[in-house]
């Protein structure tokens, strides 16, 4: 199969590529490689490139900033989502596009499940769920929704960024008041994979590891696992924080639908083990 990675630079993009490599023909594609919002320079290359499935890994994630720059978040969020999709309308592939918790409000009971109504605040979770719409004219698509990214080469994730504090001996701070799903890059690439190669039945699925957490429980089980008990984690309130963009407080996500189509997520605990063996391994070399 011939895959073709868009935003393999980045943190969800390097293990996507990397996961696909090994199992099938994958093309990687950065900023450098070809600008998303250039609609004919994007559709020149995926047209050249014919790949069976294009996996779009590209955001314009900065949440905050997006405030002031709406024109390219809208531009890299949704408008490319449209080109990718009637790109792979023409080609008749199947199109992965990666939405967020940001398309939730954060505000209802329970795990987020696919039929709650999105309700997203700001420039940024607006463009992402306008993303998904677009998408979703590609007859062949999976819309999955991540959130709580950790793992990858880069950038460095808000784990990973705790995980260097509890090694280097220094504080800890962890919001209290937000619950989240993780989701561990590696586990999204292989659910992603395993979506395509099995052909579940296309739409929206919540792609994200098995369970529920908040921020001080995660950090408490790094230092766990990174043998430092003794650890300084001081809990915070992010609805304390004077933020731009409201932040959804209940992001936990249920991802029961994708676990009903056969492919079952590990639990955050299970991937944040395996995250910080191999961070610790590869630190010891």
Not at 116 to 122: D, E
Not at 161 to 176: H, K, Q, W, Y
Request: glycine content about 6%; charged content about 25%.
């Amino acid at each position: 199969m011939k895959i073709v990675v868009l935003g393999a630079a980045g943190q969800l993009g390097g293990a996507m590529l990397a996961a696909a490599a090994r199992r099938h023909t994958a093309t990687g594609l950065a900023r450098k490689d070809v600008d998303l919002t250039d609609s004919r320079a994007l559709t020149a290359v995926l047209a050249a490139a014919a790949p069976h499935a294009i996996i779009n890994c590209a955001a314009f994630s900065a949440v905050d900033a997006a405030e002031d720059a709406p024109v390219d978040a809208l531009a890299v969020n949704a408008i490319a989502v449209r080109t990718l999709a009637r790109v792979a309308t023409d080609l008749d592939t199947t199109l992965v596009h990666y939405s967020t918790d940001f398309v939730f409000d954060g505000d209802g009971d329970g795990p987020n499940t696919e039929d709650r109504p999105p309700r997203p605040s700001g420039v940024y979770a607006s463009s992402k769920l306008l993303g998904e719409w677009f998408a979703a004219e590609a007859p062949r698509h999976y819309i999955l929704r991540v959130e709580s990214l950790f793992g990858g080469a880069a950038p460095k994730s808000s784990v990973d960024t705790m995980l260097d504090n509890i090694l280097g001996g220094r504080r800890v701070t962890a919001f209290s008041d937000r619950t989240v799903s993780p989701s561990y890059v590696a586990d999204v690439a292989d659910a992603t994979l395993a979506a395509i190669e099995r052909q579940i039945p296309y739409g929206v699925y919540h792609c994200v590891n098995s369970g529920e957490t908040t921020w001080p429980a995660l950090a408490r089980e790094l230092a766990r696992l990174a043998g430092r008990p003794d650890a300084e984690i001081v809990n915070a309130r992010m609805a304390d924080l004077k933020m731009r963009v409201r932040r959804p407080l209940n992001a936990a996500m249920s991802n029961e639908k994708l676990a009903a189509a056969g492919i079952v997520m590990p639990t955050w605990k299970d991937a944040l083990a395996r995250h910080v063996g191999a961070r610790l391994a590869k630190e010891r070399r």
